[in-house]
């Protein structure tokens, strides 16, 4: 790992510890308010709304102009959404903060991968794709931890240590990461480049892998979210979890997830079976989440869902590396940037509203989505098939 690339990890893992920061807090902060269960479902897709509007925007630009700067305006940015949100009182004005959050949400995400696909030699990308993933995975999980500890302190305090590091990961993204010449940029591309459903009028261009591939990204970022949202606050509402146990257990997540794509993910992508292994890697989650649900005990809903973990963590970097694989004449990172934002989009609605009918139909609906994606990859990926 050459110095660029070291320096874009170790901030990259600032910033996604201190993306969680105010996550194991947030249920506490609904309840609190005393508002409706449904909208922190709802609140997560808002800034998902904004998140998909906004990506390809942020995609173009990162393309033309400094990357950098534009990590640091996605932090800065979303510092004072978050600064916003922990002074909401109502629920439109938590949708509000979380509509504002999601357009530099968009701008962190699109450029942080598109810096790391530029200072990468076409030998180590699928290398440090896996790098991104695992540390976004891991630093998610231990943001919560610190996040959970910090907000026994009290709520606000989880909020502001998240505004302060996230101002401080910014700055110093832009002043000793590597920086690179601005293009020319034509206005009337420009505009016409940032159009959000600029897939559909192109969908034509994009391979059938990578059509394919954007299609497993919106589908399981779905599957996902679902789970996650509603795994968040059924930590606090059904076993009436305190922050810092909330941030523990997402600790033990970060944990096997690292172990699971140090060990499983990258053998996969060394023997070169990414396609192959998709649609079992689908199916045992769904299995997994099935089952962990089942128990109403706390030590083995805890076991369970870790078990479970272990094996959702597979998924999202094989994906990247089919998407980064492909080439194709427009931009393919704010188009899967932008998928992941519409699964951000249904999967927050769908934990919102199915938590508020029954407190495990939104689980169930993941593991339905995990089976959809299985059968898809089997019959897209047979050794006989031509597409």
Request: charged content about 10%.
């Amino acid at each position: 790992m050459n110095r660029k690339e070291a320096i874009f990890f170790v901030l990259l893992a600032l910033q996604n510890l201190a993306f969680n920061f105010a996550h194991p807090v947030t249920p506490s902060l609904i309840i609190n308010l005393d508002l409706n269960p449904s909208i922190f479902g709802i609140a997560f897709a808002a800034m998902a709304l904004t998140s998909f509007l906004f990506s390809q925007l942020w995609g173009v630009l990162s393309s033309y102009k400094n990357d950098c700067l534009i990590f640091m305006l996605g932090c800065l940015g979303y510092a004072c959404s978050q600064y916003f949100f922990l002074i909401s009182t109502s629920e439109m004005s938590i949708i509000g903060a979380r509509l504002l959050g999601g357009i530099f949400i968009a701008a962190i995400n699109v450029s942080s991968l598109n810096y790391l696909v530029r200072i990468s030699s076409i030998e180590n990308r699928g290398r440090n794709i896996t790098f991104f993933a695992t540390i976004t995975l891991v630093c998610t999980s231990f943001g919560y931890l610190f996040g959970g500890f910090i907000g026994d302190l009290g709520i606000q305090y989880a909020f502001l240590s998240q505004i302060i590091t996230l101002i401080t990961c910014g700055l110093l993204f832009y002043f000793f990461c590597d920086k690179k010449q601005s293009q020319p940029l034509n206005h009337k591309n420009f505009i016409n480049k940032s159009n959000p459903f600029l897939f559909i009028k192109n969908r034509n261009t994009l391979t059938k892998i990578l059509l394919f591939s954007m299609f497993l990204a919106f589908a399981t970022t779905i599957a996902q979210t679902t789970y996650e949202q509603s795994f968040n606050y059924y930590m606090k509402d059904f076993f009436n979890f305190p922050p810092s146990l909330n941030g523990i257990v997402k600790a033990g997540v970060g944990l096997v997830s690292l172990l699971s794509i140090s060990v499983i993910c990258l053998w996969i992508q060394r023997k070169n079976i990414i396609k192959k292994s998709l649609s079992p890697i689908f199916l045992l989650c769904s299995f997994l989440l099935f089952l962990s649900i089942q128990f109403k005990k706390i030590d083995l809903f805890i076991i369970f869902s870790l078990v479970f973990s272990s094996v959702n963590a597979l998924y999202l970097p094989l994906i990247q590396d089919l998407v980064t694989s492909e080439k194709s004449t427009i931009n393919t990172l704010g188009l899967y940037n932008s998928m992941k934002s519409l699964g951000w989009i249904f999967g927050g609605l769908l934990a919102g509203l199915l938590y508020a009918i029954s407190n495990t139909l939104p689980f169930i609906i993941a593991c339905l989505i995990f089976i959809l994606c299985a059968i898809l990859c089997i019959a897209k990926f047979k050794p006989s098939s031509s597409k």
